[in-house]
């Protein structure tokens, strides 16, 4: 097991997005959600770490993935890139926080993989 010095020496922060496709949006989501990593990857935002995407079976999908840093999290808010495909997130979906997801009121929450 790593040593406590490892994980403060680690600058990276991992998100738990969560996405509620808007009424006959589900296939425009997923098709958005599963570009969302590469895409902030071209801007250098997020580590070259898989995202993991799963879904719940009210079909709001659930995305894990890491950010380089506290600093990139705060730079995608300025990034013309990031700005325009968080305006083709609008339009899909609408985000909720994980706690308003059915399943994460289990002991173990599980989901369906998408990737």
Known sequence: M???????K???RITI????PLEGKETALLDLVLTHHQR???????TQRLPIICQAKDKTILEIFEWQSEEAIHAAHSNPAV???WKEF???CTYL??????????????FSPVN
């Open 40 to 46: 902030l990857s071209d801007e250098k935002l997020v």
């Open 83 to 85: 700005l325009a495909m």
């Open 97 to 110: 926080p994980v706690a308003e997801v059915y399943e994460s009121k289990n002991m173990f929450s599980d």
């Open 90 to 92: 609008g339009e899909v």
């Open 2 to 8: 790593p040593s406590n010095q490892y994980f403060s």
């Open 17 to 20: 997005a969560v996405y509620k």
């Open 10 to 12: 680690m600058n990276s």
